[in-house]
């Protein structure tokens, strides 16, 4: 499911890259881990959303769950060739 997941971010993330995106990058990221801590909790029959018990750190680090949020300006890294 991750796996899924990262592929269809990577994908959003490099499509809006350019120019100013990370307050949405931002909203997106949380939504989605929101969303993932959603599952795991419902698969253990549990209320809510488990914030305490899946922090984002462990989300990343341990599912390998997408971290890639990166906003570039568009502004070239060096002067075009004449």
């Known amino acids: 499911m991750i796996s899924l997941i990262n592929l269809k971010l990577r994908g959003w993330v490099n499509y809006f890259a350019m120019g100013d995106s990370s307050k949405c990058f931002a909203h997106i990221r949380d ?27 462990w989300l990343h680090d341990a599912l390998k769950l997408f971290d ?4 570039s ?7 075009p060739a004449r």
Do not use: C, I, P
């Open 68 to 71: 890639g949020y990166r906003a």
């Open 31 to 57: 939504w989605v881990e929101k969303k993932v801590r959603r599952h795991l909790a419902k698969a253990r029959k549990r209320k809510g959303f488990g914030w305490k018990q899946w922090s984002s750190s």
């Open 73 to 79: 300006t568009g502004k070239a890294k060096a002067a």
